[in-house]
């Protein structure tokens, strides 16, 4: 197995990761509660508020990232880089629906969805989760410019890495407000990202 294989498979596992570890740590939490017929509400919202889960997953697909780019050769990294962005949305849509059904089940499934909707936004991170992925997903096929970069960009970037946090803090003394001040940093760093690359387009690598 060479080099490329080796980062492509880590890669893959690492994107696996977020999934697992929100899937073990809901089974040790339901093993403590005692195992029943439908998920607790009490584990599901265990789970998605659990900022060490959270900050795990997301590193976990910004490593995975960085390796498949990495491992790709420098004339193909633009295409790569593509095919990358459309799996972080596919992963996005993937997590959002999971969170969903897994609501639904915490709720008994009920005709009734006003408790599922309910604990789908206290969970805090199964709406911020899949934000960031599709934000991570624009971010790094973002047209690359110097200036920019220490300009417009840092200030986005700044306003992504400021989210956790906000959830964090905020979100402990309130969780609407955390959850919409986390929301609208993400969408303010989309906002700006977007604007700055259709502003100063960026170098288009060599053919």
Same mark, same amino acid.
């Given at each position: ?70 491992? #790709?050769?420098?004339? +193909?990294?633009?295409?790569?880089? %593509?095919?990358? /962005?459309?799996? @972080?949305?596919? *992963? &996005? =849509? !993937? ?73 964090? #803090?905020?979100?402990? +003394?309130?969780?609407?407000?955390? %959850?919409?001040? /986390?929301?609208? @940093?993400?969408? *303010? &760093? =989309? !906002? ?16």
């Amino acid at each position: 197995m060479n080099r490329k294989e080796m980062y492509e498979d880590v890669s893959s596992l690492l994107l696996l990761i977020p999934f697992f570890a929100a899937a073990l740590y809901a089974l040790y939490l339901w093993a403590v509660e005692g195992f029943s017929f439908y998920l607790p509400e009490q584990v599901y919202l265990g789970v998605t508020r659990n900022p060490d889960v959270f900050l795990l997953g997301i590193l976990a697909i910004i490593l995975s990232t960085v390796m498949e780019v990495s491992s #790709e050769e420098r004339a +193909r990294r633009s295409e790569r880089v %593509l095919l990358l /962005s459309k799996r @972080l949305q596919k *992963l &996005a =849509a !993937a997590s959002f629906v999971l969170a969903i059904i897994t609501a639904w089940y915490a709720n008994g499934f009920s005709a009734d969805l006003s408790g599922t909707g309910a604990d789908l936004f206290a969970g805090r991170y199964t709406i911020v989760f899949p934000a960031l992925l599709v934000l991570l997903s624009f971010l790094i096929v973002t047209p690359i410019n110097l200036r920019s970069l220490a300009q417009v960009k840092t200030v986005a970037i700044i306003l992504l890495l400021a989210v956790p946090v906000v959830i964090d #803090e905020v979100g402990k +003394r309130n969780a609407p407000l955390g %959850l919409g001040g /986390s929301l609208l @940093l993400t969408i *303010l &760093a =989309a !906002a700006m990202l977007s604007w700055e690359g259709k502003k100063k387009p960026g170098f288009s690598p060599a053919q």
